[in-house]
Each structure stands twice: as structure tokens, then as C-alpha cells.
């Protein structure tokens, strides 16, 4: 029965000292709802890796890499490439990393989106929060141990 107070007081410790150091300022979901013209998605993401044509609609694909930036894939300009069909224009999406952004037009409305791997959440860090949290912890997981190590547990 010590043991296991002994690894809930820790795990939750942990717990709480990582998970309430910061507070949540735009989901990622937010982010990507308020994607609403071509021109918005220019100015987050620039021009696609790569994009094709159905229909009435206009797909984009960012590949993006592990610092959510669009992989370089594309030596030459994205601007130059999405007037020709060399090389950016695409039938089918092929060779999907684990992070992309997918972005479906109809004429110059987003009409929707998809991303898998990417989180483009903003959270505000509380310094002085986290100081205060993690003195209180280290307070009270020192008070733990002596308890433990001279009172013969909780």
C-alpha cells in the first residue's frame, strides 16, 4: 500500500508540475477554421508542394517537416511552378509524409482541410506560475520523501 501512495503522489507530481506550466491561446483547429480564401492560406503557408485540379475544386498539399515549416522540395520557386504543369501539378498525391496540410479551394474559398501530424496551437508559457508550481512541488515531494524516509510513510 506505501508503494503504491508512494508512486501516485510522484505520478501525479509530475503531472501537474508539466501540465499546467502554459495556457492554451488558439487551438488548431481555430487556426485552420479561420483558413477562408486562397489569400489567407498564402499568407500562413505560401505556395503548396504540390496541388491538382477536379472538378470545380483545387486541392494544395504542404509537406511540412518536424519544425512545422513547408518541406523543400521544390528547388525552383513555387510561384514559377503553379503557372506551368511542370513538376507542381499532380493527378494524385502521392508519397505523403506523416506531416502534411491539405487544403480543398472552390474558386478562392477554402471549402475544406485536412492536416495529419501538425499542431499549430499557440500556447502562452506562465513563468512565474511555473516557478511558483514547481516550489510548491518540490516543497511538498521533499515533505513526501522526510515523511517517508523518518515517519514510516503517509
Known amino acids: 500500500m506505501k508503494t503504491y501512495l508512494k508512486l501516485t503522489f510522484c505520478f501525479t507530481a ?46 494544395w498539399l504542404y509537406q511540412l517537416d518536424n519544425q512545422n515549416k513547408i518541406t523543400a522540395s521544390n528547388p525552383e520557386p513555387a510561384s514559377k511552378k503553379l503557372n506551368t504543369t511542370e513538376g507542381l501539378k499532380v493527378e494524385h498525391f502521392e508519397d505523403l509524409n506523416d506531416k502534411y496540410v491539405l487544403i480543398t479551394f472552390e474558386n478562392d474559398s477554402v471549402i475544406g482541410q485536412k ?38 510513510g503517509f
Open 14 to 59: 509530475v503531472y501537474v508540475l508539466f501540465s499546467s506550466c502554459s495556457q492554451v491561446i488558439r487551438r488548431h483547429q481555430d487556426f485552420m477554421d479561420a483558413l477562408k480564401t486562397k489569400s489567407d492560406v498564402l499568407q500562413h503557408f505560401g505556395y503548396p508542394n504540390q496541388y491538382r485540379i477536379q472538378d470545380e475544386t483545387t486541392e
Open 115 to 152: 492536416s495529419q501530424g501538425v499542431n499549430f496551437s499557440i500556447r502562452k508559457v506562465r513563468p512565474l506560475e511555473s516557478v511558483l508550481l514547481g516550489a510548491g512541488l518540490t516543497v511538498a515531494l521533499a515533505f513526501g520523501v522526510f515523511a517517508i524516509a523518518y515517519g514510516g
